[in-house]
């Protein structure tokens, strides 16, 4: 059952039941305290009606009764003095005078009642009409009277008839306009929480983008917030877990491929060694082939070692003096660069960074033996300080930077150059620009993948500058140790 | 899916029934209030019971407790035999008159323990109009007439003030004697006249009623004995009036004079009023 409906209905009921329960209340209230005060109204006129027939009682002859009982006097005198409806009896029960609407009325239960000096009250109906009637008896010397006193309450009644139409129509109209706005009320309630529903419906239906309106800083409000943050940690979440799939997929793909052509190249020769009869300088040359993919499986193996590696081990990271650091590593390349007729310069400004030898080592060495590939002729490292931004708080969503030097290492040569739409995929493991060249040089495709990875162990990244056909800067920037920037 | 179905017809049946609750409520429940009023109403017309004698008038009470109605109103009664008044100090006498004076609605009720019976209060009058007679305020006539033409109420005030109950009561007894009303109002608890009305004929009142205020004043109250006498001038009219002190000064009395004509006939009022110097 939707929200909306239970809250219509449920606050219809509760409107309707506090409504009806509120006004039966005070009606009955009202009816209870008019029927009180008529009783009042008329044991005050009785009393008045009491005294004048004491009075008579006490000033008039004691048979005066007894005459009017037979007839011989009226009582008339005595009534038009009084207030109300009036009856008297004798004490034996005979009517001597009636001024209700209903002669033959009976009241004999009213005048069982009656004690001396004691009034009873009772309603009774007279054609059509309700009465209110206090009776007493009134006793002087050895006479007395029975007095009755009425008043018509119907009024009463008509007016307590009325008021229960009025409550109705009023009912009505409350009820006609309380369901309008309880209607409404409820549709105004549930609209977000409906079209929170459609959102979810939607990104569940894949739609990750969805979002809902943040409008208004209740809880309606802050759970649309709280909605919308949830969405985007889902879809980011998404993203990273498709984007990894999709890595792992490249990654198999490429594993297989690479794979695959160093083994059919070894079965090729090794098939041929071993079904002909080959000569010695044919033999020596399907050797070296099965030499040469086998050298090429041997780093693909290391390559991916170094990899995994790097990917399960915490390392350490120490202060090394950058300008000793580079000095070392330039000293290493230099005779290979030498015969492979490369011009290899480096200069480096003296600063301490953090750095783990033996991986920066193998990052530098990837760098300088990539641009090698590339088919520089001249190679150029510079290290130095410069002026950048570090961010306070990189756990911090919102960033805050603030400004520091920073030691920047740039690896520039006059190779080939790397296309600028392939320089977003060529961290990427087994990814080659020019797979043949590659191939030939004992390449995989990982060793900027393992450099990239390096540069990450050391809180940076390979940034790759190039136009595609004159050569390729890349550029490391690291954080300087404490000692430096308080230098 | 079938349990898909089996939801879903579960969701249309709690929607079903809260539907027919809610119309059972809005329209059941508008017939149901309409039943119990009704009800109520014919429970209240049912009801019958005693009345009973409060301090403050009457209240109610039930059909079922009548037990001890008889011997409480037993207590109330007074034998008709001779009232011996309360005293009380004039220092009292004087609050009752104020709170008699301030307006407060009053209420009629039958006489208590300490206040005079109706055939006290009417002899008492008599006994006052008898003494009026023979000083010669009224008609000498009067003085052995017996006064079958009589209306007596006894009221209190509804609203009571510091004073004790049976102390504020007074009886209002109207006597009519050939075309003279005499009105008087009597302290229920010490009998005595407090306040008295004369309304005739000129011609059928003593001279002596008008000529002699004091001796009026003093023959109406005799309990202000041993009090002073002042005149008092009305400023606008330049008249005078007598006042008649009590002996702590507290009371005073006066009468007050009007006169009317009607069918050729000319009427005089004398209203002859105790008052509280507090």
Same mark, same amino acid.
């Given at each position: ?307 995994? !590696?790097?990917?399960? *081990?915490?390392?350490? +990271? ?5 300008? @000793?650091? =580079? &000095?070392?590593?330039? %000293? ?100 080659? !620009?020019?797979?043949? *060249?590659?191939?030939? +040089? ?5 060793? @900027?993948? =393992? &450099?990239?990875?390096? %540069? ?32 | ?278």
């Amino acid at each position: 059952m939707k929200l909306g409906i239970k809250m219509f209905f449920s606050i219809t009921i509760f409107f309707s039941a506090a409504f009806l329960g509120c006004g039966a209340i005070l009606i009955s209230y009202f009816y209870d305290t008019a029927i009180e005060k008529e009783i009042e109204s008329t044991a005050q006129r009785y009393q008045y009606n009491k005294f004048v027939i004491q009075a008579s009682l006490i000033t008039r002859e004691d048979d005066w009764i007894k005459a009017a009982a037979d007839g011989h006097t009226s009582v008339e005198f005595l009534v038009s003095d009084m207030n109300g409806t009036v009856a008297l009896y004798t004490l034996d029960g005979s009517m001597l005078f009636s001024g209700f609407p209903d002669k033959t009325a009976d009241f004999s239960s009213l005048l069982a009642q009656s004690q001396p000096e004691s009034s009873s009250y009772q309603f009774q109906e007279m054609q059509g009409r309700m009465y209110l009637l206090i009776c007493g008896s009134i006793k002087q010397n050895n006479t007395g009277v029975y007095l009755i006193t009425g008043v018509d309450v119907q009024k009463i009644l008509q007016q307590q008839e009325r008021i229960i139409q009025k409550f109705g129509t009023i009912y009505a109209a409350a009820l006609s306009a309380g369901v309008v706005l309880i209607f409404f009320l409820s549709a105004l309630l549930t609209r977000p929480v409906k079209l929170l529903t459609a959102a979810t419906q939607k990104i569940a239906d894949g739609n990750y983008a969805e979002r809902v309106a943040e409008s208004g800083s209740d809880e309606v409000g802050q759970l649309a917030r709280n909605f919308n943050q949830m969405a985007c940690a889902i879809e980011e979440k998404i993203n990273e877990l498709s984007q990894s799939a999709q890595e792992k997929e490249d990654f198999a793909a490429n594993f297989a491929h690479e794979l695959k052509t160093p083994l059919t190249s070894v079965i090729g020769y090794a098939d041929r060694i071993y079904k002909k009869e080959l000569s010695r300088d044919a033999q020596k040359q399907a050797a070296w082939h099965i030499w040469n993919e086998g050298m090429r499986l041997e780093a693909l193996s290391l390559k991916l070692m170094d990899l995994t !590696v790097l990917n399960h *081990r915490n390392f350490v +990271l120490e202060d090394i003096d950058a300008a @000793l650091l =580079l &000095a070392e590593l330039a %000293a290493d390349v230099e005779y290979l660069m030498h015969e492979k007729g490369i011009a290899f310069l480096y200069t480096a400004q003296q600063a301490y960074i953090k750095a783990d030898y033996d991986l920066f080592k193998t990052l530098f060495l990837n760098l300088i033996d990539n641009a090698a590939k590339a088919g520089a002729s001249h190679i150029q490292v510079n290290g130095f300080l410069s002026d950048g931004t570090l961010r306070q708080h990189p756990g911090e969503t919102h960033s805050r930077t603030q400004p520091v030097q920073l030691y920047t290492i740039q690896i520039t040569d006059d190779g080939c150059g790397i296309p600028p739409e392939e320089i977003q995929r060529i961290t990427e493991a087994f990814y080659m !620009v020019d797979k043949s *060249r590659s191939r030939k +040089l004992h390449g995989a495709g990982l060793g @900027l993948s =393992l &450099a990239q990875k390096i %540069a990450e162990i050391h809180g940076s990244r390979l940034d790759f500058t190039s136009d595609g056909s004159s050569g390729t800067t890349v550029t490391i920037v690291l954080t300087p140790s404490v000692q430096d920037t308080d230098l | 899916m079938k349990l898909i179905f089996k939801k879903t017809t579960h969701t249309h049946l709690l929607t079903l029934l809260l539907i027919l609750l809610s119309l059972t409520v809005t329209i059941g429940g508008w017939f149901f209030t309409k039943h119990f009023l009704n009800y109520k109403e014919a429970q209240l017309l049912l009801r019958s019971g005693k009345l009973q004698v409060a301090e403050s008038g009457f209240s109610l009470r039930r059909q079922t407790d009548t037990s001890s109605d008889t011997s409480k109103e037993a207590d109330l009664m007074q034998d008709s035999g001779a009232f011996e008044g309360a005293l009380i100090s004039e220092d009292l006498t004087a609050q009752i008159l104020r709170s008699w004076r301030s307006g407060a609605s009053l209420i009629s009720h039958d006489p208590k323990k300490g206040e005079m019976n109706m055939e006290q209060a009417i002899t008492a009058g008599i006994g006052w109009i008898h003494n009026m007679a023979k000083q010669g305020f009224l008609p000498r006539s009067f003085s052995k007439n017996s006064f079958r033409d009589v209306s007596a109420i006894l009221y209190t005030l509804e609203e009571k003030p510091d004073i004790p109950d049976y102390l504020l009561s007074r009886w209002i007894i109207s006597y009519t004697i050939k075309e003279v009303q005499i009105t008087l109002y009597i302290h229920a608890a010490t009998g005595q006249v407090w306040q008295a009305e004369i309304l005739a004929e000129n011609d059928k009142l003593p001279e002596q009623l008008s000529s002699e205020e004091e001796a009026l004043l003093k023959a109406a109250f005799p309990f202000l004995a041993g009090g002073g006498c002042e005149f008092s001038q009305n400023l606008q009219d330049e008249s005078y009036r007598i006042l008649v002190s009590s002996p702590e000064d507290k009371i005073v009395a006066n009468v007050q004079w009007t006169m009317f004509e009607n069918d050729h006939q000319d009427y005089t009022i004398a209203v002859l009023t105790l008052n509280s110097r507090l």
